[in-house]
């Protein structure tokens, strides 16, 4: 049996950030033999990682990754938005997001790829963080743009550290234009869908099924307001276009200058370049939506986390 000494405490930590504490227990336990030490701390994660996993995992970030003509982004959550300024976090976040590039949008073939510099997959380096930090941490979604000609556009909105944040958008933007001339009018585009919300393109891409449960929406408002029917439809007809301009990128108010239509900016743009400039997709991704929170006081979310 190697003897436990405080250098070789020291070479464990070093190699996998686990606690001071956790590696003297895991060199005891392996009868000093350091590869073992490892082994055995791995598995203390997993487990940790098991136990954790049940807890909800809302805070977090959004980070962002960009190369010639696509881009990825990707959500990491965690328990507390304590964790997302802890550095070792955030360069998960950020690597992540790189690895991304190559794996399509699938969040499978993500957490199966290999993380750089660390013999583990994404997945496995997520449970080792899971076992570093202490909280439930899951890699919830990633999506993947593309363009054969044109750019991608991406924002990161009040970035907790470079490339990452609690909301990110990209965008992609068609066009034979040189790359550059494109650069600044796809980012001011993600600025303008992270401010805006759209929710799709155009009015043919929105969800058929939203634009119906509007349309009966409205029937029965302008019903109510004691409307005949001979003009019921001409009311629908106009008030969609208002909702429209609400919830469709290029029927939106351009965030610029508060003035003009996207479409408008668009067609502008497309003027200036001598070529077609269009908008052939964006994903915006806000922090923890869609997640139901816990209720907690504040006293019984310190006593949990004591307890954990």
């Known amino acids: 049996m190697a003897q436990i000494t405080a250098a070789l405490v020291k070479q464990l930590r070093d190699k996998t950030g686990a606690g001071m504490m ?45 190369a010639p003509g696509r881009a990825a982004m990707v959500e990491i959550n965690a328990e507390t938005d304590f964790v997302a300024r802890n550095a070792d976090f ?30 583990r997959t994404v997945a496995e380096e997520i449970t080792n963080l899971v076992a570093t930090i202490g909280e439930n941490i899951q890699l919830r979604r990633t999506v993947v743009l593309s363009t054969p ?37 796809a980012h001011e585009l993600a600025m ?20 119906e449960r509007e349309r009966a929406v409205l029937a029965e408002q ?15 007809e106009g008030r969609l276009r208002k909702f429209f301009e609400e919830v469709v990128l290029l029927e939106q108010t351009w965030v610029i200058d508060g003035e003009t239509r996207v479409k408008a900016v668009l067609e502008q743009l497309s003027g200036t370049l001598g070529t077609s400039v269009a908008v052939n997709g964006f ?13 907690k006081d504040f006293a019984a979310e310190v006593a949990a986390q004591l307890g954990s």
């Open 22 to 66: 956790d590696c003297k227990k895991a060199l005891t336990e392996t009868g000093g033999e350091l590869e073992a030490a490892v082994d055995w701390l791995r598995k203390s994660g997993l487990a940790q990682a098991q136990r954790k996993a049940g807890r909800t995992a809302a805070e977090g970030l959004i980070g962002v990754a960009t």
């Open 90 to 119: 955030q360069a998960v976040v950020r690597e992540v997001a790189r690895i991304a590039l190559d794996c399509d949008g699938d969040v499978e073939r993500l957490s199966a790829s290999s993380y750089p510099g660390s013999g």
């Open 149 to 185: 000609a044109g750019v991608v556009g991406d924002y990161i909105h009040m970035p907790t550290a470079d490339g990452v944040g609690r909301l990110g958008v990209l965008v992609a933007v068609e066009s034979e234009a040189p790359a550059d001339s494109l650069e600044r009018p």
């Open 192 to 211: 303008h869908i992270a401010a805006s919300s759209p929710q799709a393109v155009s009015p043919d891409s929105l969800d058929q099924a939203m634009v």
């Open 222 to 236: 302008a019903r109510a307001e004691g409307k005949p029917e001979k003009i019921i439809e001409k009311m629908i």
């Open 283 to 295: 994903v915006r991704y806000q922090l923890g939506e869609g997640i139901e929170r816990e209720s």
